[in-house]
């Protein structure tokens, strides 16, 4: 199993992974700003195809130094679903997809790069899947709103706040049968965060008060659908 390991703020780890991270993450979206839609739709297909491999690597790469437990790898963190949708996506361009990675994902990478948590190792490779991972999760709703155009609908916010209560549900079932801990619903993660109030399961409360707020912000600020 491996150990949980913390990135302690502002240190050069630290800083070198949100500075490559936005960077990366406005290069790409002004490369890609003036190009065709036929160029950003094949864009589109390669990056979900790159992302689902860098997936599958650490997986593999995971079961073979033996580290690949029940308790760490299933994909049930509140990333690692985003992660999938934002995949997704990309290829099927379902709307209630991008509300979620827009509303729900991107203030999650945000909070997850500023007090990062590596559940899944701290070799090189785990740390650049941490910021692979988290970046994409800023990366993909970004680039629909400034690149592709896309709009919220209206009272997404609302929509995308009920789906995720859904997700939470299933989740703390499965924690219950399966002895995990995903989304961090049986106890709180080892970060000090302090957005996490309280002990169990009141800090729950908080962060879902908190995530809510975040939803409504950037809903606020985000172009819709008239």
Known sequence: MPMHEIIEPLSPLWWK????????????ILLLKNKSIEFKE?????????AILVYLTTNIYTILIGDWTVQDFL?????????????LVLLNKKKWMYE?????????????????????????????????MHGSLILV???????????????SWWKTFLRAQIVVVIVFLLNLILGT???????????????????WPFYILSVQLIGLLHIVVIYKLSPKHI
């Open 181 to 199: 801990n995903y989304m961090f619903l049986l106890s709180k993660p080892l970060v000090n965060n302090p957005l996490i109030l309280g002990d």
């Open 42 to 50: 094949k864009t589109n297909k390669y990056f979900a195809y790159f």
């Open 75 to 87: 994909p049930l963190h509140l990333c690692n679903i985003s992660y999938f949708i934002c995949i």
């Open 17 to 28: 992974g949100i500075v490559t991270c936005f960077i990366v993450i406005s290069i790409i």
């Open 141 to 155: 709703p970004l680039y629909l709103m400034f690149v592709m155009n896309y709009k919220l609908r209206i009272l």
């Open 100 to 132: 979620w990675t827009l509303l729900l994902a991107l203030p999650s990478a945000l909070n997850a790069l500023i007090t990062p948590e590596l559940i899944w190792g701290s070799s090189k490779w785990h740390i650049f899947e941490y910021y692979f």
